[in-house]
């Protein structure tokens, strides 16, 4: 079988490579000059940046898997610093990095009351750990995309665990509030947090673009070729030439404008896509000033601007003395600055830092600043529903399949489970065995 990959993101390279693995003939177009989408590096002011994802967790079983069968395990290693960071609240950091589910009962920036409820929603989420998957939002009742995460939060949690703890998580890995996002996904994200028990987590050595490199070295990838796709037949710089099949792993926005408009199971469902937006800036910081914690998540209550921030030094970003800062912006503020100038976002983003945080104040040296205007997929109401019915009745029309994290597979473990779960339907090769671990609960 002969089958096109239209993306050389981390979701559209471990299709293919599980395709060619079960014996189909592979080829790969790729628009940019490197693979990885999201999972891209680049070096700048002496600083390897990590541009979109910037970590991996201890419970990514199969993406930990597949790097092992790559040679890349010795590459994972754990972040760590004697600071962890927290959640701001007012003008003090509250500690707040569990290891273990019911660790977040610690949290002393939440009120007795909305810890007691937190901890009554994490029970509830362990009677129904199995019914549900966070890296698979297709799996388990429809019923809890009937209701957006705030709504749902705010009416089991209070509105102080609502805002300090769900929309602030929400903000700091995706960019956009609770308010966009189903219940369905707080549901599952407690649900894997009660039954692993922790959150540890790693870098990978070199950097993140390690592990989408070594996927597509064993590859055929065309760089710089961009393709448009009619059916089963691409048409790209290279010439016209029809598949057997065809695999569209690009972001949603991409893949509508390379799909012609006969193409209506997939077309129908890509038109519903949405995404937040982010902007990052990296800063500089004098390594005795900059503080030592893996992450600061900032609530909307206490930032319009920063949505959260991280010191690398525990990924090894140190050049002469200085650590490297990573702040991400909350999509409200980020959308309508995406068309300012570097030097205005850097001043900006450093003012703000410097009033949540006087000590790096004329300690910021501006180091690198990328735009994000489609960061990562919304999973909002409804959606999860109707993505979990494509699945049944619309992927693969026409030999056609779509893939990437936007299927209700969220995050680097999300989007390898999605390009194992298409290669699986497509030919019946079986996904990777997933890693080792010991069990762990509550």
């Excluded at 609502?162 to 509030?177: A, E, L, M, Q």
Aim: proline share 3%; glycine share 10%.
């Amino acid at each position: 079988m002969r089958v096109a990959v239209i993306g050389a993101g981390i979701s559209g390279l471990t299709c293919a490579y599980r395709l060619q693995q079960g014996g189909c003939e592979i080829d790969v177009f790729e628009a940019e000059t490197h693979p990885g989408g999201r999972m891209w590096s680049i070096r700048a002011n002496g600083f390897d940046i990590d541009l979109g994802t910037a970590m991996l967790l201890g419970c990514y079983d199969r993406c930990r898997a597949l790097s092992a069968e790559l040679g890349l395990e010795d590459r994972w290693y754990p972040l760590e610093a004697s600071g962890h960071g927290g959640v701001l609240h007012g003008s003090e950091v509250t500690p707040f990095s569990p290891a273990r589910a019911f660790d977040v009962l610690r949290y002393q920036g939440l009120h007795l009351s909305g810890r007691i409820r937190l901890f009554l929603a994490l029970l509830e989420a362990w009677k129904g750990r199995h019914e549900v998957d966070f890296f698979d939002l297709s799996v388990g009742d429809s019923s809890l995309d009937e209701e957006d995460c705030d709504s749902f939060a705010r009416r089991r949690l209070g509105d102080e665990a609502t805002d300090y703890v769900v929309d602030s998580f929400i903000r700091t890995f995706h960019f956009h509030g609770a308010k966009r996002m189903s219940a369905k996904y707080f549901e599952a994200l407690a649900a894997l947090l009660v039954s692993r028990g922790e959150f540890q987590l790693f870098g990978l050595r070199g950097s993140m673009l390690a592990l989408p490199s070594a996927l597509a070295a064993r590859l055929n990838v065309s760089y710089q070729t961009p393709a448009s796709v009619s059916g089963t037949t691409v048409t790209s710089r290279l010439g016209v030439e029809t598949y057997d099949s065809v695999v569209l792993a690009t972001s949603a926005g991409r893949a509508r404008a390379t799909l012609s408009l006969d193409s209506s199971p997939q077309r129908a469902l890509l038109e519903r896509v949405e995404y937040s937006s982010t902007i990052l800036c990296s800063f500089a910081v004098p390594r005795e000033i900059a503080g030592d914690f893996e992450g600061i998540w900032v609530p909307f209550r206490e930032s319009r601007i920063v949505s959260g921030l991280a010191n690398d030094s525990c990924k090894g970003a140190i050049s002469e003395n200085r650590v490297l800062l990573q702040v991400w912006l909350h999509e409200e503020t980020a959308a309508a600055w995406l068309d300012r100038s570097d030097g205005e976002i850097q001043g900006m983003v450093a003012g703000e830092l410097i009033r949540l945080f006087s000590r790096y104040e004329g300690a910021l040296e501006p180091i690198f600043v990328h735009r994000w205007p489609e960061a990562l997929p919304v999973y909002g109401v409804g959606q999860v529903s109707q993505v979990a019915r494509f699945w049944e009745r619309g992927q693969g029309h026409g030999g056609l399949w779509l893939c990437g994290d936007y299927l209700n597979h969220p995050w680097v473990e999300g989007a390898v489970r999605c390009g194992e779960k298409v290669a699986h339907l497509l030919c019946g090769v079986e996904p990777c065995r997933a890693w080792p671990r010991a069990s762990s609960g509550a």
